[in-house]
């Protein structure tokens, strides 16, 4: 047995369970646990969350500088338009960012408690120009 083994992206929000329920069906996973103050879920590609109850929760401002990034996830998708039609159908947000270079195709979003995260393209794209 490994001396370390992974554990839990682990995400600080007011509302575990309604966080929780937004992942699961967007990473088409099960919940596994839950306490009064935890929730842990393991989506279908064996990705393991956890969101953790704290009243205090301040949402990240991403890309705004004050209160910037505290967690950062990123998830790589097939198609860009039918993720970004399943985050927003269950009710998370794209967020107003500058074109990102790179050599792959990705956009940013938040969940419904504000944490940013990217989906990228998994298929390779030609460089952009201009």
Not at 21 to 26: D, L, S
Not at 52 to 79: G, I, K, M
Not at 103 to 110: F, T
Request: hydrophobic share 35%.
């Amino acid at each position: 047995m490994a001396l370390v083994e992974a554990g839990f992206v682990v995400l600080d929000c007011s509302e575990p369970e309604k966080l929780a329920a937004f992942y699961t069906e967007f990473l088409e996973g099960e919940e596994t646990d839950a306490t009064a103050n935890r929730v842990e879920i393991r989506g279908a590609d064996g990705m393991r969350m956890a969101f953790r109850r704290d009243v205090n929760a301040t949402p990240p401002s991403w890309p705004r500088p004050e209160n910037s990034l505290q967690a950062h996830l990123d998830f790589y998708v097939e198609d860009l338009d039918d993720a970004e039609r399943k985050v927003v159908a269950l009710g998370g947000r794209p967020l107003e960012t500058k074109d990102a270079g790179g050599p792959y195709e990705e956009r940013g979003y938040s969940d419904p408690s504000g944490h940013s995260f990217t989906l990228r393209c998994t298929r390779a794209t030609a460089p952009k120009q201009g």
